[in-house]
């Protein structure tokens, strides 16, 4: 539970994971309002590919890909209007954990909501759009079980899988915020509070 740091897991250098630090269903109110503000969509690679994950923000930037490529936007090009406001409780959340991390006064700016349903995964990639590579990331994982991989600085090799479960927050800094990483397709199951889904929440300081 929050505030009970029993763990800090370490999978590499700069990589990670506190177990069950989120008390998930008290995110769950505020992850409704910023949907309702910003509908889920399924992005656009520059490729023309469609993501399968459905994808919002909330916060100051939200992270959006199209035709024309990656970026953060100060607006949903869906309303044309700022995204919802951080909700403090994530916002708390993210600091609290980075700084568990050793990564004192991380205050994100932009929270990627990512869901995903049992089939759904995320190919290796690396984050790379944000201004501050000394800022970590901070990874959120609601709902059924996924395993996540990192591999490294390259895109291919071997991997590291990362069983991740509701309440289990990563952090992602230092050597190990360049490398690139991936969700496994995700298993057929069900949560009890959130039911056949996984929601990814992703905090970063994005300007
Ligand atoms: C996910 N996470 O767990 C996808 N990126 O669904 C990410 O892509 C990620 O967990 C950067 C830092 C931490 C992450
Ligand atoms: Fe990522």
Same mark, same amino acid.
């Given at each position: 539970?929050?505030?009970?740091?029993?763990?800090? *897991?370490?999978?590499?250098?700069?990589?990670?994971?506190?177990?069950?630090?989120?008390?998930?269903?008290?995110?769950?109110?505020?992850?409704?309002?910023?949907?309702?503000?910003?509908?889920?969509?399924?992005?656009?690679?520059?490729?023309?590919?469609?993501?399968?994950?459905?994808?919002?923000?909330?916060?100051?930037?939200?992270?959006?890909?199209?035709? /024309?490529?990656?970026?953060?936007l100060l607006q949903d090009p869906?309303s044309g209007k700022p995204w919802?406001?951080?909700?403090?409780?994530?916002?708390?959340?993210? /600091?609290?954990?980075?700084?568990?991390?050793?990564?004192?006064?991380?205050?994100?700016?932009?929270?990627? *909501?990512?869901?995903?349903?049992?089939?759904?995964?995320?190919?290796?990639?690396?984050?790379?759009?944000?201004?501050?590579?000394?800022?970590? *990331?901070?990874?959120?994982?609601?709902?059924?079980?996924?395993?996540?991989?990192?591999?490294?600085?390259?895109?291919?090799?071997?991997?590291?899988?990362?069983?991740?479960?509701?309440?289990?927050?990563?952090?992602?800094?230092?050597?190990?915020?360049?490398?690139?990483?991936?969700?496994?397709?995700?298993?057929?199951?069900?949560?009890?509070?959130?039911?056949?889904?996984?929601?990814?929440?992703?905090?970063?300081?994005?300007?």
């Amino acid at each position: 539970m929050e505030d009970l740091v029993s763990q800090v *897991i370490e999978i590499c250098p700069g990589m990670y994971v506190l177990p069950d630090f989120a008390d998930t269903q008290a995110l769950k109110v505020s992850l409704q309002q910023v949907l309702e503000h910003s509908p889920l969509r399924q992005m656009q690679t520059s490729r023309g590919f469609t993501m399968s994950v459905h994808t919002s923000n909330c916060g100051t930037a939200g992270w959006v890909s199209d035709r /024309s490529g990656y970026r953060y936007l100060l607006q949903d090009p869906l309303s044309g209007k700022p995204w919802h406001p951080m909700p403090e409780s994530f916002a708390s959340l993210a /600091s609290r954990a980075a700084k568990s991390a050793g990564f004192g006064h991380f205050e994100p700016d932009a929270c990627l *909501i990512n869901r995903y349903l049992p089939g759904t995964q995320m190919g290796a990639h690396q984050d790379r759009d944000e201004s501050d590579f000394s800022q970590p *990331i901070v990874s959120v994982s609601l709902g059924i079980d996924a395993r996540f991989f990192v591999i490294g600085p390259e895109k291919r090799g071997k991997s590291t899988p990362v069983d991740l479960s509701d309440g289990d927050v990563m952090v992602f800094g230092g050597p190990a915020r360049h490398f690139y990483h991936g969700v496994r397709k995700l298993k057929d199951s069900t949560h009890p509070h959130f039911g056949a889904v996984r929601w990814n929440l992703t905090f970063r300081k994005a300007l």
